[in-house]
């Protein structure tokens, strides 16, 4: 035996065992993404590297051997440096996206390609548990959000996004029909949590710790649980019944609802917190902003939540004939079109900018429209008149667009001396919202007047207090902001709760750069939406506008996803050995080695894009396989994996054994899944053995919620037998 | 031109080395100076008889810089990129090729009479800028000078 | 009477085949006429050599076919007068008296297709007196000499022998490295093409202290003569019984074979060089095992560059202490040299180590060739660095050439002159790593290319600050992480050019300025219109139409056509366009 050290650990090993062998047999970590027992040592990656006292340079301890007496280390600077640098010199000539663009810009980081991916494959079921995993209120939510993913997803540089929020809704309408999904809740820990506000951020924040196996009580001042979900969207776009569905199925999970009690009379956020572990502040934005207008005292201009509230309630005011309503954002549009159905005869949207500038959804402006909406842009209140205490008419400024400003908006400004006047009855200032601020007297608030609350950790200036959502450090968002934040301040609360630390470092991610993404072979398939109830029907009452996807049409759309993420995300070793090393591939941002294509037969599905050159693939199909189907071609930086002649698999002797798939340390090499669309999922592994010819041989099998996915061959018998892999799977089973 | 390659003149080069271990390298070389460039079927045939597969001969045949997988034109130009010949504007005689001919690093001018090639240093740095055209080598080269090469050799080859 | 033509390839490339055809069309007797191989005065090609009976030279340069019959009447009558021209100047002929040649010993002065000129010029003495010695006592031999690798790596010779002695096994391969890469580098060439024996019997030598069998050369296969002349010496050797069984009636036997590499400076690097010649792509081995205890066909291996074994038969015959009474503490013996670029005379040096750049440059060299003041030199290629004008009295020696960041290197000199863009050199030779990269590891194969990236943008005008520091962290990776030699020293060209020529580098980055006038992006053409007679020859030459005026009247340069190809500047008879 060879005594040596490493990391100031004494350790034995046989002897002619390299460095690597010894620090695994004794759970010390060294990074490597060429090396695995099936070859011969190869040393082309040098993650391994390792420095050793008294050598000048770094050893690969893939092939070092160890000797007596022996002082190494494997994290030290200069092998930390090497190491980061080789990260992102690969990371710079790696082209892939580890994560769908929709994902990386939901606030909430839903998976969407994932749930968009199984509803194209008919696994609602999947695809509703995906959703849930990071939206507890889904039906609502794909009803209601402005869809960020939306705006992220690829197919639109093809013609249009996909329908990827309407497709939520669809998913959790199927689910909230059937036997509706409850989580597997967590052993209960004893621990309690309060959470003031039962809106989305609130019941979000509950929901997943409940899961963790926490007490959690929400506490909220309205007669139902949702906040502005229930009081600030009308039934036409989210009905209350799928609201209330889906927080009894909170309820149902285990969380505490306590309803009509208001922070600051029945309780105070101290008072909570002696009675439990932790409180969260999600109390949100109630107070309609003001314009700091003339006249808008006056009877008859209200508030946009106020009047939205109001009519919820069964209080709608009397608004008359003319309403004006202030604002482009969607609660102007919710203003506007519920003003219609209360029976407005002309109903105005004054907008300081035009239609192009409007924050709100193309589609509720559309609709709006549709409905006999009037737009008034590029025209700014400047007064609003009254006579005998209630107004009559709206004095406009006219606007013009002018220089565009730093975000690149061209911002309005006034057109000297041009103004108009309209005849009122009622105006609605629908232009934002803010915090309550004496609601929450005990917590220290920022300079734009909201709680101010950790970005990371949600933490206020009270010990064991946090605080999330609408009421928070920038103010009123959109919900799926809120919910994001819930979900993040709930893991936080969790280890806050366990006495934990928490991970709070962005994951490195590798992105596509998305100019040089070529879809000039991508079908044209139009964006299909639900259909809706006529204009002239809809403009007369509150029924939900939107009918929904059918089953038939949900999958056709789901099916127009482009799969922009990899599907090796959850079990990529590259992106694993990414995230140990703050790496920061841009600075070496240049050209990429290899042009994005696929060539794949019925099983495996090879894109050199993302390949780095390991050589696993080739040197298992070589050494272990002795079948020689890939090879390496060319060198330096354009060297390239691949068949001979640049022949497709399909043309190659490859047996489809599929251990070049399993040694693939990233995307570069995926073995398809049983699924007609294939999806990234976070999938179970398992090796299991199958009888063939009369001998027991290993299969890896991958799971997912109980489905087999794939199943690979894991030893020679199994790989030397070239089944098909429906054969594989039936002998399974 | 495909269809014309005549397999039997590998007979001589694979009954001496294909049962030699190590002499893949040299046989691609003697294929190549049979028919100017390594044809897929030859490849093939050398996987046959050699028992290397197509997938490693490939692997090799692409990493050396001197084989060749199309066709050459009558003349190839080896344009030497060495040190001597980089500080001396070998780039102005790539320029001048490139103008003369039309034809970029790699590539061969549509009658088939000349092939570009830029090549490692040939190893006449005193000459420099230095190219090859088939075996014959020219020496401090200038534009006009490249310029009367390439005359001279089409009005050889007419 | 002996009349003998210099045919090494540079000297075929000048026209010396041409030359001896000619002369065989005169009335001289074809059987005076003879060849040798590179005389190394490469700068005064083509060159004939006549010997009077009485052994007299008279030394003809930039000799052309033409010349021919003046020469046949010269040789026949011994009138100099129409020859007189071609006849070497002293000035020039100093280029060869002051060198020490050793390894270069036989070379321009015997016929290189001859064994029996080897033999008249003491050859295989060396290895018989070797083969009457114990294997042992001839690595003792080298040990004392200090010979140590003249490939660039400058390891000693006789521990590396001994390495491969020491190993176990009855099959040992002693392998040449003759895969001359570094562009800017023939020592080698004219070595094999001159003096084939002379390596062969080093190797001999080689062969039979370490105990190997076989002896392998692997020849890049740009060098076709140099493997037509070794292939007919190893011929003649075995017919000679020189090589094969019991050689010299000893119980020493060894084979010969010639591997011809196929185009991939990585193969210079001795595992990579093993993996070709078992057929394989040209992919270094991880190390260890060294090739040493597992090389060619997992044997016992030991490779040596062609130069070192050119070395081997001289300290047999003359003795490891004559070998070592030569150069400095640490460098011992003579080193040969490719000296190109902009300097006067160019050609083969092989002088003593310890004496200076400046000796081998301006004393042997003749300094520069054009007007324009010496800068830099290049030494040991792409592995290698500049030497700035400063240091040009660094001894050679392996460890003074180091410090500066260079390497001794393989021997390639590459002289420059003001007109060199430093930058510009280091995206050069960063160009030839990044392509011949073998691609196995990651520092390497992305490394060199995002480094020759940040060098263009660089001398496109495009560089930001902070390049230069990422630059030089990224050098330092690369060395610090490549697989194999060729990657671990890819960054020194870089290195050096910014240690010595930062200065350079931050023209180009903050002022978009390349001070020596060579990177096309970042230079105008101008025409000074006081000296320029308006011939036309420029507008006429102008690819783009870009320069207007009329006879013998100034032109002028519209520059938002000019495309800088820099024609107008190469044309100009009066030097009216300028370049800023």
């Known amino acids: 035996m060879i005594h040596l050290t490493i990391n100031g650990k004494q350790i034995t090993a046989p002897e002619g065992a390299t460095i690597l062998e010894a620090a695994k047999q004794n759970d010390i970590y060294i990074p490597t993404l060429c090396y695995d027992e099936a070859v011969e040592v190869y040393g082309a990656c040098g993650l391994c590297v390792v420095e050793a006292e008294g050598i000048p340079k770094?050893?690969?301890?893939?092939?070092a051997k160890v000797s007596e007496g022996m002082v190494i280390n494997t994290e030290s600077e200069r092998v930390v440096q090497s190491r980061k640098v080789a990260m992102e010199l690969l990371m710079s000539a790696h082209d892939g996206d580890c994560v769908a663009p929709c994902q990386l810009n939901c606030p909430a980081h839903t998976d969407c390609q994932g749930y968009v991916g199984l509803i194209a494959n008919g696994e609602y079921e999947s695809a509703l548990k995906l959703i849930k995993n990071k939206i507890p209120l889904p039906a609502s939510i794909g009803r209601v959000c402005p869809h960020p993913c939306e705006k992220a997803c690829r197919r639109k540089n093809v013609e249009e996004p996909i329908n990827i929020a309407q497709l939520k809704a669809f998913a959790a309408d199927m689910d909230l029909k059937a036997n509706s999904y409850l989580p597997d809740i967590m052993v209960r820990t004893g621990k309690k949590v309060a959470i003031i506000g039962g809106g989305p951020a609130g019941l979000t924040a509950a929901y997943y710790l409940n899961i963790m196996g926490h007490s959690v009580t929400v506490y909220d001042m309205m007669d139902k649980m949702g906040g502005m979900l229930r009081y600030g969207i009308p039934q036409y776009r989210l009905p209350k019944e799928v609201l209330d569905q889906e927080i009894a199925l909170i309820e149902k999970s285990g969380v505490k609802l306590v309803n009509n009690v208001k922070l600051g009379k029945d309780f105070t956020i101290n008072s909570l917190k002696e009675n439990n572990d932790a409180v969260i502040v999600a109390v949100g934005a109630w107070q309609s902003s003001s314009m700091r207008t003339p006249g808008e005292d006056l009877e008859g201009v209200y508030g946009g939540i106020d009047f939205l509230r109001a009519v919820i309630n069964g209080n709608a005011p009397v608004i008359g004939d003319k309403v004006v309503i202030c604002g482009g954002g969607n609660t102007a549009m919710d203003a506007c079109?519920?003003?219609?159905?209360?029976?407005?005869?002309?109903?105005?949207?004054?907008?300081?900018?035009?239609?192009?500038?409007?924050?709100?959804d193309k589609l509720e402006i559309d609709e709006a429209e549709e409905e006999g909406v009037i737009y008034k842009f590029l025209t700014n209140p400047i007064s609003f008149n009254g006579e005998n205490g209630k107004v009559t008419s709206i004095t406009l400024q006219v606007m013009e667009l002018g220089e565009p400003d730093a975000s690149g908006r061209r911002s309005p400004v006034p057109v000297e001396g041009k103004t108009e006047e309209i005849a009122v009855d009622s105006v609605i200032l629908a232009i934002g919202q803010k915090l309550v601020q004496g609601d929450v007297s005990e917590l220290a608030l920022n300079n734009r007047g909201n709680i101010e609350a950790d970005p990371d950790f949600f933490t206020t200036n009270i010990d064991g207090v946090f605080a999330i959502g609408d009421a928070t450090n920038r103010g009123a968002s959109i919900a799926i902001e809120a919910i994001g934040e819930a979900d993040r301040c709930a893991k936080a609360v969790d280890a806050y709760l366990n006495g934990q630390p928490l991970d709070t470092r962005v994951p490195y991610i590798s992105k596509r750069d998305e100019k040089a993404i070529d879809y000039s072979d991508r079908e044209i398939k139009s964006r299909l939406t639900p259909k809706v109830l006529p204009p002239d029907v809809r403009n007369k009452n509150f029924d939900e506008v939107s009918l929904g996807f059918t089953e038939e049409e949900a999958k056709a759309e789901a099916s127009r996803c482009?799969?922009?993420?990899?599907?090796?995300?959850?079990?990529?070793?590259?992106?694993?050995?990414?995230?140990?090393?703050?790496?920061?591939p841009e600075r070496f941002q240049g050209e990429m080695p290899q042009k994005y294509t696929r060539d794949e037969n019925a099983f495996i599905e090879r894109n050199t894009a993302k390949c780095i050159l390991c050589g696993l693939c080739v040197r298992s199909c070589r050494e272990v396989m002795d079948v020689h189907a890939i090879g390496l071609m060319g060198r330096g930086f354009k060297t390239d994996v691949s068949p001979a002649f640049s022949l497709p698999l399909d043309q190659t002797n490859c047996t489809n054994c599929g251990l070049c798939v399993s040694l693939c340390p990233t995307g570069a090499l995926t073995e398809k899944s049983s699924l007609q669309k294939q999806v990234p999922l976070n999938e179970d592994y398992t090796e299991e053995f199958v009888e063939i010819d009369g001998k027991r041989a290993s299969v890896l099998v991958s799971r997912y919620n109980g489905k087999v996915l794939r199943v690979i061959p894991n030893d020679e018998l199994s790989r030397s037998m070239q089944l098909s892999r429906e054969e594989l799977i039936e002998k399974l089973t | 031109m495909e269809n014309t390659i005549n397999l039997s003149l590998l007979d001589g080069v694979l009954s001496e080395y294909a049962e030699v271990k190590g002499s893949l390298i040299t046989i691609l070389q003697h294929t190549q100076e049979i028919y100017g460039y390594l044809p897929k079927e030859a490849i093939e045939l050398i996987s046959e008889k050699t028992g290397i597969a197509t997938s490693e001969i490939m692997g090799v045949g692409t990493f050396y810089t001197q084989f060749r997988f199309e066709p050459v034109g009558k003349y190839l130009i080896m344009l030497c990129q060495g040190t001597a010949c980089h500080v001396n504007s070998s780039e102005l005689i790539l320029q001048t090729i490139r103008d003369e001919l039309g034809i970029d690093d790699g590539q061969t001018t549509e009658d088939g009479l000349f092939s570009l090639k830029c090549v490692a240093c040939l190893g006449c740095c005193s000459l420099s800028p230095v190219m090859m055209v088939n075996e014959d080598t020219y020496g401090s080269l200038t534009p006009d000078k490249t310029k009367k090469i390439l005359k001279e050799l089409r009005e050889a080859a007419q | 009477m002996k009349i003998v033509i210099g045919q090494g390839s540079c000297g075929i490339a000048a026209g010396a085949e041409k030359v001896r055809k000619a002369l065989l069309n005169t009335n001289l007797n074809a059987g005076d006429i003879s060849i040798t191989g590179c005389i190394g005065m490469c700068y005064l090609e083509p060159i004939v050599d006549i010997y009077d009976d009485?052994?007299?030279?008279?030394?003809?340069?930039?000799?052309?076919?033409?010349?021919?019959?003046?020469?046949?009447?010269?040789?026949?009558?011994?009138?100099?007068?129409?020859?007189?021209?071609?006849?070497?100047?002293?000035e020039d002929s100093e280029f060869l008296s002051k060198q020490t040649r050793i390894a270069l010993r036989n070379c321009g002065i015997i016929n290189p297709d001859e064994i029996g000129a080897y033999i008249n010029a003491d050859g295989y003495t060396a290895l018989k007196k070797a083969l009457g010695m114990s294997p042992e006592n001839v690595i003792e031999i080298i040990k004392t000499s200090g010979l140590a690798g003249r490939g660039g790596a400058g390891f000693p010779t006789w521990f590396k022998w001994n390495a491969a002695r020491q190993s176990e096994g009855e099959e040992k391969y002693l392998i040449c490295n003759a895969d001359e890469g570094d562009p800017g580098a023939f020592m080698d060439r004219a070595v094999i093409e001159s003096d084939p024996h002379n390596l062969i019997e080093g190797m001999l030598i080689g062969a039979y202290a370490i105990g190997a069998k076989h002896a392998v050369v692997y020849v890049r296969a740009e060098y076709p003569l140099a493997i037509k002349r070794l292939k007919n010496a190893i011929a003649q050797a075995t017919e000679a019984g020189i090589i094969g069984n019991n050689i010299f009636g000893t119980d020493f036997s060894c084979d010969f074979m010639i591997k011809a590499g196929a185009g991939a400076f990585v193969c210079g690097e001795e595992t990579a060089l093993i993996e070709s010649l078992e057929g394989h792509r040209g992919m270094p081995r991880l190390k260890p095992p060294f090739p040493a205890q597992s090389g060619f066909w997992r044997k016992p291996s030991n490779i040596n560059n062609v130069e070192t074994f050119a070395n081997v038969a001289w300290i047999i015959n003359n003795g490891g202490e004559a070998f070592a009474a030569m150069g400095t503490e640490g460098s011992k013996g003579t080193k040969v040299f490719a000296v190109t670029g902009k300097v006067k005379r160019s050609g083969l040096v092989e002088i003593p180590m310890g004496k200076t750049l400046r000796d081998v440059i301006f004393d042997i060299?003749?300094?520069?060739?054009?007007?324009k003041p010496f800068k830099a030199v290049q030494m040991g290629g792409p592995s290698g660095g500049c030497i700035p004008a400063d240091l040009i009295d660094t001894v050679i020696d392996y460890k003074a050439l180091g410090a500066t960041g260079a390497i001794m290197g393989s021997g390639g000199m590459v002289v420059m002159d003001e007109s060199t863009c430093m930058v510009g050199m280091a995206k050069f030779f960063l160009d030839f790593t990044a392509k011949e990269s073998c691609g196995k590891c990651i520092h390497c194969r992305i490394g060199t290319k995002r480094m020759l990236e940040m060098l263009e943008r660089i001398t496109k005008g495009e560089g930001k600050e902070g390049d230069i520091e990422l630059l030089e962290e990224l050098c330092y990776s690369v060395k610090d992480g490549a697989l194999c030699g060729l990657g671990q020293t890819a960054p020194n060209p870089v290195l050096t050019t910014i240690k010595y020529f930062r200065d350079e580098y931050e023209a180009h980055i903050n002022d978009k300025k390349c001070p020596a006038g060579e990177c096309s992006d970042l230079i105008e053409y101008k025409i000074i219109a006081d000296k320029c007679r308006g011939?036309?020859?420029?507008a006429r030459n102008c690819p783009v139409n870009a320069i207007s005026g009329t006879v013998k009247n100034p032109h002028t340069i519209d520059t938002s056509k000019c495309i800088k190809c820099g024609k107008c500047y190469s044309v100009c008879k009066f030097g009216a366009v300028v370049k800023e």
């Open chain 1, 58 to 63: 770094l050893l690969r301890s893939c092939s």
């Open chain 1, 337 to 360: 079109r519920t003003a219609v159905r209360l029976g407005a005869k002309e109903v105005y949207v004054v907008y300081r900018r035009t239609r192009n500038e409007m924050p709100a």
């Open chain 1, 562 to 584: 482009l799969e922009c993420g990899c599907r090796e995300y959850y079990k990529c070793k590259l992106l694993g050995v990414a995230q140990l090393y703050d790496i920061n």
């Open chain 3, 535 to 538: 011939c036309t020859l420029c």
């Open chain 3, 54 to 90: 009485d052994n007299n030279l008279t030394r003809l340069v930039k000799v052309s076919e033409n010349d021919a019959e003046a020469i046949a009447n010269f040789v026949s009558s011994g009138d100099q007068s129409a020859i007189e021209s071609l006849i070497v100047t002293d």
């Open chain 3, 365 to 371: 060299g003749g300094g520069m060739k054009t007007d």
